[in-house]
């Protein structure tokens, strides 16, 4: 009991595949236990079958992130349940591909809600218990296309400009409160985003990240002594941006 109270807690959106798998493996093999969030029980509990092979109390909680108005108490009770929360990894979000001019509202606002507007209510909904603490990392995976927006992906690109400057802001306001706020934007990563109905573009993901290497830097980010911060990381394929 005493080794499980001193071990950190991580939870983790977007948990059931791509970046987020990876990243709940990753956290395990380094000994830190596991809240994980997904649509899919069926997802989650396949990666609780591979996390099951180290010695970290795990969890998993099936919530739909993109119903934005429950998320920050879905989130508190969460963080209720597991007894606290140390990380939080923001990854769960979609890809979306269409010229601006042919966006349609819905579809605008859709992408927006879930890459952005449920950060922040995942952040709202740990906040006072990190605070309370006086310490906790909060990660946002945003993307290269913050920066350097493509055609026809202009709605995800503001939506992942956006978390940057979300993460900026939380950390002005948090630093005198012992958070950390950490931002990890990737070039293309190879993961199941491709695959969607709400992407289409066909791209050489042989060239792109695989989402371990991103999850290793999810990791070494997060587990960095407490007196230290990597504000924002870029890692790209070293074939580029593609």
């Known amino acids: 009991m005493e080794e499980s109270q001193s071990r950190q807690k991580a939870l983790i959106t977007g948990a059931s595949s ?21 649509r899919s029980q069926e997802k989650l509990d396949a990666v609780i079958s591979e996390v099951s092979q180290y010695s970290v109390q795990v969890k998993s909680y099936q919530i739909d992130l993109a119903a934005t108005s429950t998320v920050k108490g879905n989130i508190k009770d969460i963080v209720t349940d597991f007894g606290s929360v140390d ?11 269409n010229p601006l001019s042919e966006t349609p509202l819905e579809e605008w606002e859709q992408v927006l ?3 952005l507007t449920s950060v922040f209510q995942c952040i709202q909904g740990v906040l006072p218990t990190m605070r309370d603490r006086a310490r906790g990392t909060i990660i946002n995976i945003a993307s290269i296309a913050a920066h350097s927006p493509f055609p026809s992906w202009g709605a995800y690109s503001v939506s992942k400009a956006g978390i940057i400057t979300l993460s900026k802001a ?32 066909e791209l050489n993901r042989d060239a792109m990240l695989n989402p371990q290497v991103v999850a290793q830097t999810i990791v070494q ?21 593609l």
């Open 113 to 115: 809600n879930l890459n």
């Open 170 to 201: 939380l950390s002005g306001e948090e630093k005198e409160n012992g958070i950390r706020v950490i931002t990890i934007t990737p070039g293309a990563v190879n993961t199941p985003l491709w695959d969607t109905d709400s992407v289409k573009m």
């Open 221 to 241: 980010a997060a587990l960095l002594p407490q007196q230290a911060v990597i504000e924002e990381m870029t890692l790209m394929p070293s074939a580029g941006a």
């Open 18 to 38: 791509g970046i987020g798998k990876e990243t709940a493996l990753a956290f395990a093999k380094a000994g830190v236990d596991l809240a994980l969030v997904g």
């Open 87 to 97: 990380i939080l990894v923001n990854n769960a979000g979609m890809g979306y591909t």
